[in-house]
């Protein structure tokens, strides 16, 4: 079943509202995209205040201060000695609050002074409405530009990540770039870290593979997707190496045996399309992949025969099984999954 695909209207209207400088009086921010969550905050800040004045104008309301009479006190203040206020509030989610602070919630979103931008910022908790509340949910419906800040396509996210070796005075090829959204599951935020610990590591104008993999962290997926590619290129000590380097990282056994399984589902679609003569674009039609794992995915199954997709499901499910219901040693189940894989794939 593909992945349901994140709604880019309401980013799409706050980029036009910022840039054309006429933003709304309510937003809704959220998602997992947190750099770009941070970077547009930061770009409301900027259009709506002013350094001498962000003092006395700017309101930002949380779990430890956040009431409704000061909740609403911040929305109708006054702005001194400017033409705007910004009020943001962190991670509280109004559709929980008893049913008299929700009514009086609604009064307050439904009129916003024109002066007043406020900002409902979602990081620690989830957005989600509760729209059977339609007293509640009727000034979102109405008055809230709701905002996704979702993964960025791969494609989109190649030139940033240049650009950011670039200010560092480094260069990177498009597909190391791509090497490294997937090694690090493709959020800004976790690229911009990674991106300044290998501009720090490299003593080179040009980046090369090794110093990514010096001191990148990968994650879960990436690993796993280099497992079930060593095994597919016949190298099962290399395939049993990366496992081990999960266990060093914690990682929780039955979320190896997940990824494990997700990954050689994917490979088992992809032998399917492979053999009835279709191309990536389905695959990425079919799963929600991008075109990068999407075509990374293709050239894995090539090396699998159809046998080997179907008892990789049978062994996978079997090792499941133990972990939940035996005595037996997870870490040991999951190097024996290993072992029985790279026996079906006709490892030696």
Same mark, same amino acid.
């Given at each position: 079943?593909?992945?349901q695909k994140?709604?880019?209207?309401?980013?799409e209207?706050?980029?036009?509202s910022?840039?054309?400088?006429?933003?709304?009086?309510?937003?809704?921010f959220h998602?997992?995209?947190?750099?770009?969550?941070?970077h547009?905050?930061?770009?409301l800040?900027?259009l709506?205040?002013d350094d001498?004045? =962000?003092?006395?104008?700017?309101?930002?309301?949380n779990?430890?201060?956040?009431?409704?009479?000061?909740?609403?006190?911040?929305v109708?203040?006054?702005?001194?000695?400017a033409?705007?206020?910004?009020?943001?509030?962190d991670?509280i989610?109004?559709?929980?609050?008893?049913?008299?602070?929700?009514?009086?919630i609604?009064?307050?979103?439904?009129?916003?002074?024109?002066y007043c931008t406020?900002v409902?910022n979602?990081?620690?908790?989830?957005?989600?409405?509760?729209?059977?509340?339609?007293?509640?949910?009727?000034p979102f419906?109405k008055?809230a530009?709701?905002?996704?800040?979702?993964?960025?396509?791969?494609?989109?996210?190649?030139p940033?990540?240049?650009r950011?070796?670039?200010?560092?005075?480094?260069?990177?090829?498009?597909?190391?770039?791509y090497?490294?959204?997937?090694?690090?599951?493709?959020?800004?935020?976790?690229?911009?870290?990674?991106i300044?610990?290998?501009?720090?590591?490299?003593?080179?104008?040009h980046?090369?593979?090794?110093?990514?993999?010096?001191?990148?962290?990968?994650?879960?997926?990436?690993?796993?997707?280099?497992?079930?590619?060593?095994l597919?290129?016949?190298?099962?000590a290399?395939?049993?190496?990366?496992l081990?380097?999960?266990?060093k990282?914690?990682e929780?056994?039955?979320a190896i045996l997940?990824a494990?399984?997700?990954q050689l589902?994917?490979?088992?679609?992809?032998?399917?399309?492979l053999?009835?003569?279709?191309q990536?674009s389905?695959?990425?039609?079919?799963?929600?992949?991008? =075109?990068?794992?999407?075509?990374?995915?293709?050239?894995?199954?090539?090396r699998?025969?159809?046998?080997?997709?179907r008892?990789?499901?049978?062994?996978?499910?079997e090792?499941?099984?133990?972990?939940?219901?035996?005595?037996?040693?997870?870490?040991?189940?999951?190097?024996?999954?290993?072992?029985q894989?790279?026996q079906?794939?006709?490892?030696?």
């Open positions: 079943m593909a992945k994140f709604d880019s209207s309401g980013f209207r706050l980029k036009a910022i840039r054309q400088k006429n933003v709304d009086n309510l937003y809704v998602g997992e995209e947190r750099f770009l969550m941070q547009y905050l930061g770009s800040r900027k709506l205040l001498l004045t =962000e003092t006395f104008n700017f309101h930002r309301l779990n430890e201060n956040f009431n409704i009479q000061t909740f609403a006190d911040a109708e203040s006054l702005p001194m000695m033409e705007h206020t910004l009020v943001q509030v991670d989610d109004f559709f929980k609050l008893p049913e008299g602070d929700r009514e009086k609604s009064h307050i979103l439904s009129d916003i002074p024109e406020v409902l979602y990081v620690t908790v989830a957005w989600k409405p509760d729209k059977r509340l339609k007293k509640l949910w009727e419906e008055y530009t709701i905002v996704e800040f979702g993964k960025q396509e791969p494609k989109d996210l190649v940033w990540i240049s950011h070796f670039a200010e560092e005075g480094k260069r990177i090829t498009n597909e190391l770039c090497y490294l959204i997937d090694l690090t599951g493709g959020t800004m935020t976790a690229l911009a870290g990674e300044r610990k290998i501009c720090a590591y490299s003593g080179a104008e980046i090369v593979k090794s110093d990514i993999d010096a001191v990148t962290e990968p994650v879960l997926d990436a690993v796993v997707f280099d497992m079930t590619n060593l597919g290129e016949g190298k099962y290399a395939s049993l190496e990366k081990q380097q999960l266990f990282l914690q929780e056994p039955l997940g494990v399984g997700a589902r994917r490979i088992s679609v992809a032998r399917t399309l053999d009835n003569g279709k990536t389905e695959l990425m039609r079919l799963t929600g992949m991008k =075109e990068y794992p999407a075509r990374k995915a293709m050239e894995s199954a090539r699998f025969r159809p046998e080997f997709c008892k990789a499901a049978e062994l996978v499910l090792t499941d099984n133990k972990i939940k219901t035996s005595f037996d040693d997870s870490e040991r189940l999951l190097e024996l999954l290993i072992l894989l790279a079906e794939a006709g490892c030696g």
